[in-house]
């Protein structure tokens, strides 16, 4: 999946998580419902001023909406992982075995 796409995920799911619809939402940050989701469905190329007014609607910080390699599907976390395993040293992949333990029990 793209990083656009991805961000637009983190958007849609920072907005659902606050129970905000996209017309509610659109309308705190002054912004259009239909460019709301086109950049929800990672078409769209919104300016900083448009991640300020989201973020801030959003009540989050910038760096947030950005934030979304978690929002991946589950091919795409798997790669993710493994690429965080190989840079991993031996501690902390102890650190990181429990962790996932303890997580999937």
């Known amino acids: 999946m793209d990083e656009k796409r991805l961000i637009g ?3 849609e799911r920072l907005r659902k ?3 905000l619809s996209r017309e509610s939402f659109a309308e705190a940050a ?5 460019y709301l989701g086109r950049i929800e469905r990672g078409t769209e190329n919104p300016t900083l001023d448009m991640f300020l007014k989201i973020a801030k609607a959003l ?8 934030d979304c390699k978690h929002e991946a599907n589950h091919r795409e976390l798997k790669e993710l992982l493994t690429e965080l395993v190989k840079e991993a040293d031996t501690e902390r992949l102890r650190l990181a075995v429990k962790i996932l333990r303890t997580i999937v029990r």
């Open 9 to 11: 995920l983190r958007i």
């Open 30 to 34: 002054d912004i259009s419902v239909n």
């Open 17 to 19: 998580s606050r129970g």
């Open 59 to 66: 009540k989050v910080e910038t760096w947030e909406l950005l």
